[in-house]
């Protein structure tokens, strides 16, 4: 299938080479996004055609192109990462552009999207246009179409689509899932040894230490770990103990190579397996972040879990059914329950996990099934049943008009805010806090 893609790739944006060495044919329109999200993307660039906006609807005529595929995040432009060239406009702008292109006739083709969770704002008019809704979980998808009175946002826009389905789309490449595993460093150490990757979320590090529970952090490559708990340990009024915490804590360099090109990417995630296997459990999110609402925070995807899978690694999480991120690592297996915030339980259970190996061997047994490469069938599918419903309508529904819209400086006062806590979100993010003498303080003391 020749697939134009439209929007940011989100993590393991290297995944779409495998796309690509399964025969189809790829070009990108990127837009802004987050730093680590937005293009552009050396380690894709000999297998993906990048276009402008300009060129976009000549090069999908021109090329034959089946289908417009807009994927995953949205972010309001307070959010974004520095300009790039070649890179000016979101992607509601964008799609915008194709679907008056579309009207005026210069091309024939379905244009989709693949949504992700971190979604801040639509673009009304462009969502009710969609030929296909492919959701990231049904959590998400259930959030937004609830009532307002029952926690959700009360959006009808995919009401008049019947092409949707769920399909999460960012998962790591098939090919880092290698067999490079790591003796357990617990072994030779004698300690429970556990890992993040990424930002902590929650984890009371206190707790942590007092219950002899080692904790190596790896960090995403923008956010400074060192920083997060500084502000972790004053909110909970524990900066007097950042000296027994610190004796728990390691500090890794990222292995997140966002930006890089296909051969450091490689080098880097070739090694993942052997560097993150050597650990007991990996840390999911804990507790409610950034102060969701229960609706919105069930539908929340770690993008960590795919990788600890990736590793063949257990995953400490809160117990809570009904969440898309615990109910996934139960159905797989891999979870082990921090209930109560008792952490000598959790000890107990990480020490008695050791020994059996049950959830590593069931992470090892479904990884591959875990990766983005066993998610392209379902994803082509998705793309087959857009196109099939499109070309069965009359051209004059195909090209219909979007609704004129008001000129605005403002992208976001373009479109309807979706999510009212934006606001109040960004402010409670992790490392988003009131940089004090005393903070600084703590973060000296937490590094090695």
């Known amino acids: 299938m020749r697939i134009m893609m439209v929007g940011a790739l989100s993590w393991n944006p290297e995944r779409i080479r495998s796309l690509h060495e399964a025969g189809h044919e790829l070009w990108g329109v990127w837009a802004r996004s987050m730093a680590w999200d937005q293009g552009p993307y050396p380690m894709v660039e000999d297998c993906v055609r990048t276009v402008t906006v300009e060129d976009a609807a000549r090069t999908i005529a021109e090329q034959d192109i089946a289908c417009v595929y807009g994927l995953f995040q ?19 702008s964008v799609l915008r552009v194709l679907f008056d292109a579309r009207a005026r006739g210069a091309f024939d083709a379905p244009i989709v999207f693949h949504w992700g969770f971190d979604v801040t704002y639509f673009d009304d008019d462009i969502v009710r246009a969609l030929d296909g809704h492919l959701i990231c979980n049904r959590e998400q998808f259930t959030y937004w179409t609830s009532s307002p009175d029952g ?13 949707v389905d769920f399909l999460d789309g960012d998962r790591p490449k098939l090919e880092f899932m290698n067999d490079d595993l790591a003796p357990r460093l617990s072994a030779r150490t004698g300690r429970v040894e556990t890992v993040c990757i990424g930002r902590p979320f929650n984890i009371d590090y206190v707790a942590l230490a007092r219950n002899q529970i080692h904790l190596h952090l790896y960090g995403n490559g923008y956010d400074d770990p060192a920083d997060i708990v500084a502000g972790d340990l004053l909110r909970r009024g524990q900066g007097r103990y950042a000296d027994v915490v610190r004796r728990h804590l390691h500090f890794h360099p990222s292995r997140q190579p966002t930006g890089r090109s296909w051969s450091d990417v ?15 459990a990996g840390w999911s999110y804990l507790g409610s972040i950034y102060s969701w609402g229960t609706l919105q925070d069930a539908a929340a995807i770690p993008n960590r879990l795919s990788t600890y899978v990736l590793a063949g690694l257990p995953v400490i999480c809160d117990g809570t059914p009904g969440c898309y991120r615990y109910d996934e690592l139960a159905r797989l297996g891999v979870n082990v329950d921090l209930e109560d915030s008792d952490y000598a339980r959790l000890r107990t259970s990480l020490e008695a996990e050791a020994r059996s190996g049950e959830r590593r061997r069931n992470a090892l047994s479904k990884r591959h099934d875990y990766s983005f490469d066993a998610s392209i069938d379902s994803l082509l599918d ?67």
């Open 151 to 163: 926690g959700g946002l009360g959006l009808d826009l995919f009401d008049d689509c019947p092409i």
């Open 266 to 280: 490689h080098t880097w995630k070739s090694q993942w397996v052997r560097e993150f296997s050597q650990y007991d």
């Open 382 to 448: 998705f793309l087959a049943r857009a196109r099939e419903r499109y070309f069965a309508q009359p051209p004059a529904h195909r090209r219909r008009q979007l609704p004129a819209r008001v000129h605005d400086s403002s992208s976001e006062a373009k479109s309807r805010v979706a999510r009212p806590s934006l606001a109040r979100r960004v402010r409670a993010a992790p490392g988003r806090h009131l940089v004090t003498a005393r903070h600084r303080g703590i973060v000296r003391r937490l590094r090695p």
């Open 74 to 92: 949205v972010y309001c432009p307070a959010q974004w990462g520095p300009a790039v060239s070649g890179i000016e406009h979101d992607v509601w």
